[in-house]
């Protein structure tokens, strides 16, 4: 060998060295890297080429070695022999390592892949875990829900049952129709019909008036509520109630409408409160005035009547200006009477109180009244309390309030004739005495109803009444501290539920509870 050849075979020898230490230490790491991450698939990759590359780093440097020894000790022969062979398994093993170089990519795509897979599946396994919890959980809980649901469900039905059953006011549920299906008790007492057999009725039986019926289902139908509506509803007696209606429409899945659910307030008693209070301030206001008409007025006839009277000594009797002074006379006598009525209204004139019994002061103004009756071919029906107590008040005044009654009764029945019936009862718990005073004919109307006991009203022709007849009545039994009302058309017989034409006066006087000396001694300090 030349000396000049010498560097480079000594870097030959070195050079194989170094590359087979290098090609141990790398695949030392990559197998000390696998035993961190066995299932890392580069790891792995790179083991295997890590492998490959020692057993080429192996034959590469020993065939260099071989080469340099060879060549050193002259047997070049030998080395051409042998060269054939070492660079055949040095091609073989670098086509391996280049093999392995170029599937890499491929490698690494399908690991890549198979790693998402299987964080595909990973996160399918947790969320299945978590929905197999969730059942779990459901299941161990589901007996403690149905039950809990079952619970709440029998208290929300208790509670509807509860208010169904015991409220007061009508609560009731019909069809699309109007029919009602369903109307608790008070619905049906207010109404006054059984609870059993359940009635047959609808909506359209029930309101008075069509037209707000009408409304009624526009605005239910339109707003799907209906909120403080006042209607007049017919009672099973064919009597008219006042209600404030609320109703809720009631839809289906498709939201048509199946019918609703309502609740009626009974507003009767108000009205009639209401009504009352209006007409005793109405009547107190007509009272004052009418006391200073009448205090105004008095003074002038009462004159007017004196001087007539003092006239006629001053004329024959069968002049003219006599024959006019007797018809002043007359005539001022007439005005002075309505003057007195106006007072006895205004409850302004004296008063006698004493104890007096109501039968027989019904007694008295019947044989009055009755042979007038009967020649209008009117019958007249006593139906007297035995145990009718005293009260304390005017006879007279009393006996005028009934002889008004009666007169007005005669004047409803005097063209067909009728029955005329007088009752009295005794309200022990109320200590009330109710006398009625009851007719069979024409009635009525409504319209007028509200106007009857106003001075100087009259359905009467002329010179047949001065429409001061109630009014007056009215005044004598406030004084009483009693209570007048008109009934018409009336509930004739007391066992049945059939109206009929005609009017009842009902009077309704207290029965006093202290001592009726020191009441009638109380009674005269207070009129003088």
Known sequence: MEMYMLPSVITDIIGSQVMI???????????????????????????????????????RAVGHMVKQALLISDQKEVWKMISPFSGGLNTLLMISVSAVTIYYHKGIESYRAIQEKA??????????????????????????????????????????????????????????????????????????????????????????????????????????FVEDFEAELIKKDGSIIYTLLSATALVDDKGEFIGCEGIAKDLTRLKTMNSQMVSTEKMASVGQMAAGVAHEINTPLGIILGYAQLMKDDFPKDSETYENLVVVERQSQACRKIVADLLKFSRQSGSSPREVNINEILTDVLAITEHNLHLDHIEVERCFAEDLPVIIGDEEKLRQVFVNLINNAQHAME?????????????????????????????????????????????????????????????IIEDHRGSIRVESPVMYKSNSCQLTPGTAMHIELPVPEINEKKLIQKLKDQNG
């Open 119 to 224: 964080e595909s599946l990973k996160r399918a396994n947790k969320n299945l875990e978590k929905a197999g919890e969730i059942m779990r959980e459901m299941n161990l809980h589901l007996e403690e829900m149905v039950e809990s649901r079952t619970q709440d469900l029998a208290l929300s039905e208790e509670k509807f049952r509860n208010f169904f059953h015991n409220s007061k006011d009508m609560v009731f549920f019909c069809d699309k129709t109007g029919r009602i299906i369903d109307m608790n008790q008070a619905g049906l007492k207010m109404l006054d019909y059984a609870e059993d057999p359940p009635p047959s009725f609808s909506l359209k039986h029930l309101f008075t008036h069509q037209d707000n019926l009408e409304n009624f289902n526009a605005t239910l139908q339109n707003q799907k």
């Open 21 to 59: 230490i290098l090609s141990f230490l790398s695949l030392r790491y990559t197998f000390l890297l696998i035993r961190r991450e066995p299932e890392n698939f580069i790891w792995g990759f790179l083991h295997y080429f890590c492998i490959t590359l020692v057993i080429f780093s192996i034959s």
């Open 415 to 475: 063209d067909e004739g009728g029955v005329l019936t007088v009752r009295t009862r005794y309200d022990r718990e109320k200590r009330i005495i109710t006398a009625s005073v009851m007719d069979t004919g024409t009635g009525i109307n409504p319209k007028i109803s509200n106007r009857i006991f106003d001075p100087f009203f009259t359905t009467k022709s002329v010179g047949k009444g001065t429409g001061l007849g109630l009014s007056v009545s009215y005044g």
